[in-house]
């Protein structure tokens, strides 16, 4: 059965901290692997990572896949109050061949930075 | 470029009622997907449409649930005689291509009294 866990499950910094939020992932057709940042609505999109090593950055955010070792990474660096929120791992499958994938979440990590 | 659309944001039906929900995606988006939200649970893929086909519904119920993609209107996923079990946040997501990042919608909170 495919599997994505992310650690910590929960997590509470301080405004200015540096995060990092973990995804392992055991799936068969891996295609891509994704990140999510979801509060009390739309999950929102931030990464799509489908090659090993090479870091993709945003902001503060930064994010890195390990295609060998079956992982990735997303940082957050200079925590704000508005980092707030669950973050969601998903997996891309081929799920059709190389026509369509479909996601696989994990359970999320649920991220809260006081000021 | 208006994201993902769905309505009702909030849904409460009696047990045995009949609960449809809607989904328009993102312009130029041919690929709508729905994932459920279980309380306390992680997101799980339901179903995976394009305008009038369903690809992939191996996620979905057998039995009360139904899901279509018209050539023209939103995605509707439809729960016959809900029960207190699909009390859930059922979110729509949207793709250019199937191997492409999906955008997700705000979802619609269903609730069975």
């Known amino acids: 059965e495919d599997k994505v866990v992310q650690s910590p499950l929960s997590l509470v910094v301080h405004e200015g901290d540096t995060v990092t939020l973990n995804c392992s992932y055991e799936?068969?057709?891996?295609?891509?692997l994704l990140w999510y940042k979801q509060e009390k609505k739309a999950p929102t999109f931030l990464f799509m990572l489908?090659?090993?090593?090479i870091e993709k950055k945003s902001g503060r955010l930064s994010s890195i896949l390990d295609k060998k070792e079956l992982f990735s990474i997303l940082n957050i660096t200079a925590t704000q109050t508005g980092d707030s929120a669950v973050y969601l791992c998903?997996?891309?499958?081929?799920?059709?061949?190389?026509?369509?994938?479909?996601?696989?979440f994990g359970q999320g990590t649920i991220l809260t930075v006081h000021p | 470029n208006a994201g993902v659309m769905q309505n009702p944001r909030h849904l409460v039906r009696r047990r045995g009622q009949e609960a449809r929900l809607r989904c328009s995606p993102m312009?130029?988006?041919?690929?709508v997907y729905w994932y459920r939200q279980l309380p306390e649970e992680g997101l799980k893929f339901m179903v995976y449409?394009?305008?009038?086909?369903?690809?992939?519904e191996s996620g979905m119920p057998k039995e009360r649930f139904s899901a279509e993609f018209p050539k023209e209107g939103p995605s509707i996923l439809r729960i016959q005689q809900v029960v207190r079990g699909d009390s859930a946040a059922y979110f729509c997501?949207?793709?250019?291509?199937?191997?492409?990042?999906?955008?997700f919608g705000p979802g619609t909170r269903l609730t069975v009294t």
């Open positions: 997501a949207s793709s250019p291509q199937g191997l492409y990042e999906q955008y």
């Open positions: 799936v068969t057709n891996f295609r891509s």
């Open positions: 312009k130029g988006h041919s690929h």
């Open positions: 489908t090659s090993s090593g």
């Open positions: 449409l394009q305008k009038e086909n369903i690809i992939d």
């Open positions: 998903a997996v891309l499958l081929n799920a059709g061949g190389t026509s369509y994938g479909k996601l696989t």
